[in-house]
Structures are given as C-alpha cells and as structure tokens.
Nanobody, 124 residues
C-alpha cells in the first residue's frame, strides 16, 4: 500500500522559510514522478513543483520559480520542498503526490497517489 505523509507545515512571516517533507513508503518509486501541489481556500489545486524520482529535470510553477526547491533523499525515501522568501499568497494546504510514470506532468488528475496535506500559512 502506497503511503505519502507530509510534514513541516506551519505559520511563518512573509519573507521566511519552511521545508516540507513527504515520507514515501509502500513500493519502489524509481520509475515515478513526485510532485507538490497546493490548494488555497476557495481556489483550485495548483501545481507547484515536480521531478522524476530517477533523476532528470525538475519543473516549477512560474510563481514559485527561484524561491522553492524540490529535492529527494533516496536513502530516506523522502521528498522535500524548500520554500524561501515566502509570501502571503503562498498560504495553502500543500500536498505531496506521486505519478506511476517517469514522465513529469503538471496536471493533478494525472497523479495516482496523494498525501493528506499540510497547512502553510504566511502572515504579512
């Protein structure tokens, strides 16, 4: 059974940083795409960042490019999202997701597994 468990959310002031973690278990993800999405109140879920677990390019939404970094620790089976220079508009529930393909996509409906989400709140 595949499990994705996020942690690391919280309240931070604008300009601050947070690092989200996604612990991955249940199977080998060597041929999977791992992504982060977010959903703000009253808005649709949106793509944040993604990469192929086996390596290669990473992709970022324009609104986070240069501020957020997605990475992985293979030994720990963990995916991270380092978020710097946070803005109030980054406030959302952040979700970790996995796709059963190494082809990276940004559409959330193409991801097969989801975590429960972690709240990030950025105060002005």
């Amino acid at each position: 059974q595949v499990q994705l468990v996020e942690s690391g959310g919280g309240l931070v002031q604008a300009g601050g940083s947070l690092r989200l973690s996604c612990a991955v278990s249940g199977r080998s993800f060597s041929r999977h795409t791992m992504g982060w999405f977010r959903q703000a109140p009253g808005k649709e879920r949106e793509f944040v960042a993604a990469f192929s677990w086996s390596g290669g390019n990473t992709y970022y939404a324009d609104v986070v490019k240069g501020r957020f970094t997605i990475s992985r620790d293979i030994a720990e089976n963990t995916v991270y999202l380092q978020m710097n220079r946070l803005k109030p508009e980054d406030t959302a529930v952040y979700y970790c997701a996995a796709r059963s393909s190494s082809i990276v996509v940004t559409a959330d409906n193409l991801y097969d597994y989801w975590g429960q989400g972690t709240q990030v709140t950025v105060s002005s």
